[in-house]
């Protein structure tokens, strides 16, 4: 298929689907660290060359419930919506990962079933994957991100604004660093 079919998110999610029908699957997940050059070509990432994806994609149909994979308090809840190529309605967790406090990302939502201040327990709900019109004009899928060395963080919504799901790929080594995998969070 043509790569830039992944900048329609009706073609995408229609592609995604496809996907789990074929292989009797409810979602799928992918993307940490993942060279995105091809698929992304023409949006506002290449402006940068913003190709490298730090977090990571699961992969499910709009309206799909989404739950804590770990307990801590809600820092941050916000959207960015309308904006394409936003975030959408996201929350931003303090959690313990691997013994340190890490930040963890949930973006792409429909809106926020939780509020800044409020500590969640593992399985506790946070909201829904949202579709195109809520969650930056993407296809249905939660951006999950963890950020490290976030003690000097003061303000929030400002990082939330200034970070991105993107980075440059000679900046690999130091983004996988800033930003480490979250998939032992999801599959704990």
């Not at 149909?61 to 309308?82: H, N, Q």
């Not at 929350?91 to 079933?113: D, N, P, S």
């Not at 939660?142 to 990082?159: C, G, P, R």
Request: glycine share 8%; aromatic share 12%.
């Amino acid at each position: 298929r043509e790569t830039r079919a992944f900048l329609n998110p009706d073609i995408a999610a229609k592609m995604a689907e496809e996907n789990h029908n074929e292989h009797n699957r409810e979602w799928s997940f992918g993307g940490w660290m993942e060279d995105r050059i091809t698929i992304r070509r023409g949006t506002y990432l290449e402006i940068k060359k913003l190709w490298l994806h730090t977090g990571i994609d699961l992969n499910a149909r709009a309206g799909t419930p989404v739950f804590c994979p770990v307990s801590g308090t809600i820092v941050y809840v916000g959207t960015d919506a309308p904006l394409i190529g936003g975030w959408g309605y996201h929350v931003i967790q303090l959690v313990t990962f691997r013994g340190k406090k890490h930040a963890l990302l949930y973006a792409h939502l429909t809106t926020a079933e939780v509020t800044e201040g409020s500590t969640l327990r593992r399985n506790d709900r946070i909201g829904t994957i949202g579709d195109k019109t809520q969650n930056g004009f993407w296809r249905p899928h939660l951006h999950l991100q963890l950020f490290a060395e976030i003690d000097h963080v003061t303000d929030w919504a400002k990082f939330s604004h200034d970070m991105d799901g993107y980075a440059k790929l000679s900046e690999r080594a130091e983004w996988s660093w800033i930003c480490p995998d979250p998939t032992p969070l999801v599959f704990a």
